[in-house]
């Protein structure tokens, strides 16, 4: 018995198999072709698996703005990349009304531009682009936020 317990003592450690990571500058490079424009680029702090199957990319929201890419191989990821390229009803010269009225289901995403990620909230108060907005996330018992409104039906907060 003392023989099988000293088995893997004499195996020695076993390495660990790395798992290939994504390459983030390809990703940046297929955003770029899919949208004609350069996105912000994927943070390099990203450890991505590589993806087995090719990038699943699309439009994120109605605004094309946005684009979602992700792995569509079992255990993949997805990723949210700004175009930057948004502009404010104020910088365009459009009408600065309400976009999201009280009691309006909205999208609250929260990003520092490298990553962005969503969840669906309420509007507690109305509000016109760029203007900061109350909203509570549909999360049970979560407070409420200030978000800026982006469009209608959708805020934001920017992370640090």
Known sequence: MRYVLALPLLLGPVP?????????AAIDRAVAD???QAGVPV?????LAACARPLALRWYGTRQDTVEIGCPAPGGWK???SLGGAQTAQQ???QTGP????????TIIAGDGSFTVSQPGEALESAAIGAWVKVRPASG???PLRARVIR?????IELP
């Open 16 to 24: 660990a198999i790395a798992q290939p990571l994504a390459d983030l």
């Open 34 to 36: 899919f949208a004609g």
């Open 43 to 47: 943070d390099r702090r990203l450890r």
């Open 79 to 81: 990723l949210f990349v």
């Open 92 to 94: 365009t010269g459009q």
């Open 99 to 106: 976009a999201v009225m009280r009691g309006d289901a909205v």
């Open 141 to 143: 018992g979560a407070a």
């Open 152 to 156: 209608p039906g959708l805020v934001g």
